[in-house]
Structures are given as structure tokens and as C-alpha cells.
């Protein structure tokens, strides 16, 4: 982690429903976090949805889980549950199996 303190991160604890798996969708999840200077991961769940985190700035992380109600171009996301947690000091995005 650079420079950034843990006082001004929040997390955010997502799970996506809808058509979302094989959709590139973690792939998207990924680069669009890395864009925004968000740290996390994401990962598909075995009953279909995608679960993420993200950690970072409150305006960055809200805007990334506000991506997601959209999601990849190939995806139809039929409902996002968002829990904010504390963040742990996550560093990087990586796509987790």
C-alpha cells in the first residue's frame, strides 16, 4: 500500500446475482477496479453469483459498486448486495478461483 492510510479506506463486500458467469465479467470487475486505483479481488461462487471486495477510496469503491449493478456488456445483473466492512489493507486485484 502507498502512501494511502487506512483512516481514509473504506470495503465494500459485494455479491452479484444474475446471468454473470461467463460473461468476463470478473475480467471487467478487475481491469475497471485497477482503473480506479481500487484493491481487492473477485471470484465466482458455485450457486452462480460473483462475489468481490473492495478497498479504497469512499468515492472509489462507491463508484465500482455502482459498476456493478451494470457490470461486463455481456452481463445481466439482477441484483447487487453490498455489506461495508473494515477495511483490512488489501493490496493489488486479483481474479480468485
Request: aromatic share 8%; net charge negative.
Amino acid at each position: 500500500m502507498s502512501d494511502r492510510g487506512a483512516e481514509d479506506r473504506v470495503r465494500a463486500h459485494v455479491h452479484v446475482s444474475g446471468h454473470v458467469q461467463g460473461v468476463y465479467y470478473r475480467a471487467t470487475t478487475r481491469d475497471t477496479a485497477r482503473e480506479h486505483g481500487v484493491d481487492g479481488w473477485v471470484r465466482n461462487l458455485d450457486d452462480g453469483r460473483v462475489e468481490a471486495v473492495f478497498e479504497g477510496s469512499p468515492e472509489a469503491v462507491e463508484s465500482l459498486v455502482e459498476w456493478c449493478q451494470e457490470g461486463s456488456p455481456r452481463a445481466t445483473v439482477e441484483d447487487v448486495a453490498v455489506a461495508y466492512e473494515d477495511p483490512t489493507g488489501i493490496d493489488g486485484f486479483e481474479i480468485r478461483r
